[in-house]
Nanobody
């Protein structure tokens, strides 16, 4: 059974940092694109960041560019989201997602992903 488990969320003051982790089990995702999404209170889930299967390409929503970094560790079958200079608007439940297809590139739409984690809460206080 494939599972994606996020961790690393919490409460942080504006300007602070958090690193989210997404550990995959049940299969390896070394040949698959992966991404992060978030759902803020009262809003729809939105794309945050994506990383290609090779790790050489990344893409971010404009609101997090220069502050967030997505990366992956193939040995640990884990993808990370380093979040710096956090703002109250970043408050949301953050979800990890993985594509089923091999050699995946950058994917920005929810429908492109086949596997999802349960989410981790990030709260940024002002």
């Amino acid at each position: 059974q494939v599972q994606l488990v996020e961790s690393g969320g919490g409460l942080v003051q504006a300007g602070g940092s958090l690193r989210l982790s997404c550990a995959a089990s049940g299969r390896t995702f070394s040949r698959n694109a992966m991404g992060w999404f978030r759902r803020a209170p009262g809003k729809e889930r939105e794309f945050v960041a994506s990383i290609s299967w090779s790790g050489t390409s990344t893409y971010y929503v404009d609101s997090v560019k220069g502050r967030f970094t997505i990366s992956r560790d193939y040995a640990l079958n884990t993808v990370y989201l380093q979040m710096n200079s956090l703002k109250p608007d970043d408050t949301a439940v953050y979800y990890c997602a993985a594509d089923h297809e091999s050699n995946g590139w950058i994917l920005t739409t929810q429908g492109s992903y086949d596997y999802w984690g349960q989410g981790t809460q990030v709260t940024v206080s002002s």
